[in-house]
């Protein structure tokens, strides 16, 4: 491969040219690979943290088409509107606003019987209507506990049609108010066609992808969302007595 040669008192290494070039070769190779693995690193990066083409973007007022304010669905008395079952209980619950379908969460029992500390556990399934969201809803009351997993309709997006007749003024402002996004710049904001709701304050909650948690009153909320579907976690939490 390669001999040592001697003239006078200095010392030479000869090199087959073959064995020369192939070395050339292989560090070419290898800083064209780390040159591409470098390039590549980076575009992912660049793609993780293109929040950089985000905005937040927030609904703009809108006028109400409800004509009589006891039809609203949310703090009238409209039939179409399940909201009269729930308010004012000691609860949590979800709306899925583009069919107006209410799901309490059950974190607490209401029974006497079935106080914190007894065992009442249960798990529903249910749909909100033909392009609607789907939801699993786990209660263990016994814990004062609540999962819920939804899966998104193919009408998940929000639609302001279609609630701006069913919401008198006040309502509709407080739902406009919680349903910031972040959105692509340049496009109209998508947010998703769900958000929380304190039935005993009647107090709404953002429930959208830059959300994480809430404490609202005794309860902790957690929250994980992405393009396919949310899971909420719900706890009750109140101040210790110690």
Not at 94 to 107: D, P
């Given at each position: 491969?390669?001999?040592?040669?001697?003239?006078?008192?200095?010392?030479?290494?000869?090199?087959?040219l073959?064995?020369?070039?192939?070395?050339?070769?292989?560090?070419?190779?290898?800083?064209?690979?780390?040159?591409f693995?470098?390039?590549r690193?980076?575009?992912?990066?660049?793609?993780?943290g293109?929040?950089?083409?985000?905005?937040?973007?927030?609904?703009?007022?809108?006028?109400?088409?409800?004509?009589?304010?006891?039809?609203?669905?949310?703090?009238?008395?409209?039939?179409?509107s399940?909201?009269?079952?729930?308010?004012?209980?000691?609860?949590?619950?979800?709306?899925?606003?583009?069919?107006?379908?209410?799901?309490?969460?059950?974190?607490?029992?209401?029974?006497?019987?079935?106080?914190?500390?007894?065992?009442?556990?249960?798990?529903?399934?249910f749909?909100?209507?033909?392009?609607?969201?789907?939801?699993?809803?786990?209660?263990?009351?016994?814990?004062?506990?609540?999962?819920?997993?939804?899966?998104?309709?193919?009408?998940?997006?929000?639609?302001?049609?279609?609630?701006?007749?069913?919401?008198?003024?006040?309502?509709?402002?407080?739902?406009?108010?919680v349903?910031?996004?972040?959105?692509?710049?340049?496009?109209?904001?998508?947010?998703?066609?769900?958000?929380?709701?304190?039935?005993?304050?009647?107090?709404?909650?953002?429930?959208?992808?830059?959300?994480?948690?809430?404490?609202?009153?005794?309860?902790?909320?957690?929250?994980?969302?992405?393009?396919?579907?949310?899971?909420?976690?719900?706890?009750?939490?109140?101040?210790?007595?110690?």
């Amino acid at each position: 491969m390669w001999k040592i040669s001697k003239q006078g008192k200095a010392s030479y290494c000869l090199v087959r040219l073959e064995i020369m070039c192939g070395m050339v070769l292989l560090l070419i190779v290898s800083m064209v690979s780390l040159i591409f693995l470098y390039c590549r690193q980076n575009k992912h990066v660049a793609e993780e943290g293109g929040d950089s083409n985000y905005e937040y973007k927030i609904q703009p007022p809108v006028e109400s088409e409800l004509s009589e304010i006891a039809e609203c669905y949310l703090c009238g008395n409209n039939k179409r509107s399940l909201i009269g079952h729930y308010r004012g209980n000691d609860d949590i619950g979800i709306i899925c606003i583009n069919q107006w379908y209410i799901a309490g969460l059950g974190v607490r029992s209401f029974e006497e019987q079935d106080s914190i500390g007894s065992q009442n556990h249960r798990t529903s399934r249910f749909g909100t209507g033909e392009g609607g969201d789907f939801f699993q809803i786990s209660q263990d009351s016994s814990r004062g506990i609540s999962e819920v997993e939804i899966d998104y309709g193919e009408n998940s997006i929000f639609d302001l049609k279609v609630v701006k007749g069913q919401l008198c003024q006040k309502c509709l402002d407080q739902l406009l108010n919680v349903l910031d996004c972040y959105g692509l710049e340049g496009e109209e904001a998508q947010p998703r066609d769900l958000c929380l709701i304190d039935f005993q304050t009647m107090e709404l909650y953002a429930l959208q992808e830059h959300n994480r948690s809430y404490y609202i009153r005794d309860y902790y909320v957690q929250i994980h969302m992405d393009d396919r579907g949310a899971e909420v976690n719900v706890f009750y939490m109140p101040p210790s007595s110690l």
